[in-house]
């Protein structure tokens, strides 16, 4: 396993930081780029949030009061406008970040759906996320779908759950006492692997974005959702190291990115 640290940094106005990043691949780099200098079609699953809150809990739910039942719903409908934004935004940033030829998000839905499959079914533990790791892919499902569909890749993502982090300050050893503002936190982890089950590049991304106040107003959801943007343009500057020369030059969601 390779391990890549960003070094903490301040947030200021337009700035991000990325958190401590694991990547991992089953195959050496030179196989890496092999296959992929030889692929063409690849899968691309919807990412979903490894967590509980979008999954029915009758149970729990009966321990709320009205107020707090309107409150998980609201939250809940937020969740999923998030997850249907990164649903359009991954596919949409493999066909532009690269040349692979993404099979239409019709027919890997009505495969999915003939398989009697959602994109949780293709994680261990349903895709629930255990404290801060994220489930890993089913080796055979995702090969079983690559068959079926005839692809030579298959990219799958978690997502774990935004969060907003007020601001504080922390002490550091070379600076002393530093203040960090207000921010949003999205994290995901990204797998792709080929029609043979192997992983070809793995990584865990999390990112950090100051948090929009205008006239004290917050603009949290459109900070989640940039969040989101940028922590999957984040995977393709990656990816794009691995690719041949026919793959697009490597764009930059944001000039003021800070990888």
């Known amino acids: 396993m390779r391990e890549r640290t960003a070094s903490w940094i301040a947030l200021c106005s337009g700035l991000l930081?990325?958190?401590?990043?694991?990547?991992?691949?089953?195959?050496?780099?030179?196989?890496?780029?092999?296959?992929?200098?030889?692929?063409?079609?690849?899968?691309?699953i919807a990412p979903f949030y490894g967590t509980q809150t979008l999954l029915p809990n009758p149970k729990e739910e009966s321990k709320l009061t009205s107020k707090q039942l309107a409150q998980q719903q609201q939250y809940r409908e937020i969740l999923q406008r998030l997850e249907k934004h990164a649903a359009h935004q991954l596919p949409a940033c493999t066909a532009e970040r690269t040349a692979f030829t993404v099979i239409p998000e019709p027919k890997v839905e009505a495969q999915l759906t003939a398989d009697h499959f959602t994109p949780r079914d293709l994680f261990t533990d349903n895709g629930l996320l255990h404290g801060d790791t994220f489930p890993v892919p089913r080796v055979y499902t995702a090969q079983q779908l690559c068959s079926q569909l005839h692809a030579d890749l298959i990219l799958l993502s978690v997502l774990d759950e935004p969060r907003k982090v007020n601001g504080h300050y922390i002490y550091d050893l070379l600076g002393g006492l530093e203040h960090v503002p207000s921010h949003v936190n999205c994290r995901g982890a990204f797998y792709l692997l080929d029609s043979q089950g192997d992983t070809l590049y793995h990584s865990t991304y999390s990112v950090d974005q100051p948090l929009t106040t205008i006239a004290g107003h917050t603009y949290l959801f459109a900070d989640w959702r940039d969040a989101i943007n940028i922590l999957i343009e984040d995977f393709f500057d990656d990816l794009n190291r691995f690719l041949p020369d026919r793959a697009l030059p490597s764009k930059t969601s944001s000039p003021t990115s800070t990888r």
């Open 17 to 44: 930081f990325l958190l401590p990043v694991h990547t991992y691949a089953d195959l050496p780099e030179a196989q890496t780029r092999q296959i992929l200098a030889t692929a063409h079609r690849i899968i691309v």
